[in-house]
């Protein structure tokens, strides 16, 4: 039997067109949302295997130049790409050997000077920046290495490496410059002449400002920018120190010392003059504060029983060094070598003690009987009063090298002199510049000199030591320009043919003529 199915349509009650059109559905927002994800998805996938290929490319390149540094790397502008460290330090050594050997230029106003790299101990740091430039890309994080590799491939890297230098002896440098300004500051002063204390009253000038300067320097060395501009001084005017009488009664004051020695242990005790005031210290400062630029205090002398040159040669028998200059035997410039001689010959110094040369000799005035000649002066030759009593200073200079005496206060001339080469002069200028040496030795010494026949001639008497060395002296030009010339000076110790020290004792800068 078939049993038939009956059809049966069921028909809704038609609904107004407005809800129908309400109810239909969006064709346009149930499709559309299904096509975006798909492609974002497609696009994601792509993205991924194209940075997994850029990452898996930049990985393979590290491996295979885990020992070279990567592209795009220079250090101060040399390009150390693909190098290994040992090229990189030949590249980059050979540059900064060129930097550490170019001065380091001064200017104010019409004063130039520089300072010589190697005078304050500059040096750069290269090893660390070229480990530092190795490192990039090296660190065994994939992501991070790749992103550094690529970033310097684009971008490059410039690492300027770091820099040490000693700046207490570019401090020094740079108040031994204020002394060679034209227009420096010059501080109150005093020396004995006969039986007076003559005080000399400071004038105002200029002195380097060195800690700004040695900031300024430092900043310019940092960014290389020294190396193609002169860096300015930095100048402070000051004012002379006020005239001190009670320091200075302190320093002249003393009993008088009778001179003696022993044989054992050897010693010798020179006599000291006594010295003491004729007025009061009230009466000492009422002067000062009345003069206007110098002031003369009467002084006493209480003399020793026993002098030291009464106890003769047995003293001092034996000669440690000397030393000749020739000069021209011009009148006035003979009469001030002999005065400055006169004023040291005889000179005793106990072990420590400190010969200065302003103190001894005193200022070279009309009233001590110096004489006009020539002088070095703001670059020019000139006549001066006490002209030529720098030869003086620069013989015993010379003795006292080869006494090997330590050197205490140097400076050397504007130009080379005629009477002695670069690196072995010694100038003096009252109240700024001085020549300073220290008995270094064991025993006392004694200076004894001359000016005869167009010979100015030092001899140093004492006990020779155990060990006495030979000494030499070595003085050559390291740098020369149209302009200047730059030298240095050297002190070798030997025994029996060996050398035992050498010791830089000074380096110089000239102009040139």
Request: hydrophobic share 35%; with cysteine; proline share 3%.
């Amino acid at each position: 039997m078939i049993i038939q199915e009956e059809k049966v349509e069921i028909v809704e009650e038609e609904k107004p067109k407005a809800l129908q059109k309400m109810e239909q559905p969006n064709s346009q927002n149930t499709k559309k949302p299904k096509h975006t994800l798909f492609y974002v998805l497609i696009f994601s996938i792509s993205l991924l295997l194209i940075i997994l290929i850029i990452f898996g490319g930049f990985a393979i390149y590290n491996i295979n130049n885990n020992d070279r540094i990567a592209k795009g790397v220079k250090i101060y502008g040399i390009d150390v790409s693909s190098k290994t460290k040992a090229e990189a330090l030949i590249a980059v050594s050979e540059k900064f050997d060129s930097i550490k050997n170019t001065d380091i230029k001064l200017v104010s106003k019409d004063y130039e000077s520089a300072i010589n790299p190697t005078e304050i101990n500059l040096s750069f740091d290269i090893n660390s920046a070229i480990n530092y430039a190795f490192s990039i890309g090296k660190s065994g994080k994939l992501f991070k290495d790749n992103y550094d590799i690529f970033n310097t491939m684009i971008n490059e890297v410039n690492i300027t490496p770091s820099y040490s230098l000693d700046e207490k002896l570019l401090i020094s440098t740079l108040e031994k410059m204020s002394k060679d300004l034209p227009n420096a500051v010059v501080e109150s002063s005093y020396y004995i002449e006969k039986s007076n204390l003559i005080i000399t009253k400071g004038t105002d000038g200029y002195s380097v400002d060195s800690a700004k300067t040695a900031s300024d320097i430092k900043s310019k060395i940092k960014d290389f920018s020294y190396l193609s501009n002169s860096i300015e001084l930095s100048l402070i005017n000051q004012k002379p120190k006020e005239v001190d009488i009670d320091k200075i009664y302190n320093e002249v004051h003393k009993e008088a010392k009778d001179a003696y020695y022993t044989t054992n242990p050897y010693a010798v005790y020179p006599s000291e003059n006594g010295v003491d005031f004729k007025i009061s210290i009230a009466e000492a400062k009422q002067k000062v504060a009345s003069s206007d630029k110098e002031c003369k205090i009467p002084l006493k002398t209480i003399y020793p029983k026993v002098t030291t040159n009464s106890i003769g040669k047995k003293a001092f028998p034996d000669l440690l060094a000397s030393f000749s200059t020739n000069y021209v035997n011009n009148p006035s410039r003979t009469t001030n070598l002999k005065l400055a001689a006169k004023k040291i010959n005889g000179t005793v110094l106990l072990p420590g003690e400190t010969f200065s040369y302003n103190k001894v000799v005193g200022e070279r005035t009309i009233a001590a009987g110096y004489k006009n000649a020539a002088i070095y002066q703001n670059g020019e030759v000139v006549d001066g009063l006490g002209g030529g009593i720098c030869q003086i200073s620069t013989t015993l200079f010379n003795a006292a090298l080869f006494a090997n005496l330590d050197i205490v206060e140097l400076h050397n001339h504007q130009f080379v002199p005629s009477y002695v080469g670069a690196g072995r002069d010694a100038t003096v200028v009252y109240g700024s510049k001085d020549f300073k040496f220290k008995n270094s030795r064991k025993f006392a010494i004694k200076i004894e000199c001359s000016v005869s026949g167009g010979i100015a001639k030092f001899k140093i008497y004492g006990v020779k030591e155990d060990p006495e060395y030979d000494v030499k002296v070595n003085a050559s030009i390291i740098s020369q320009s149209s302009t200047y010339t730059k030298s240095v000076t050297y002190r070798t110790l030997s025994k029996n043919g060996k050398t035992v020290s050498k010791e830089k004792i000074y380096t110089c800068t000239y102009k040139r003529h």
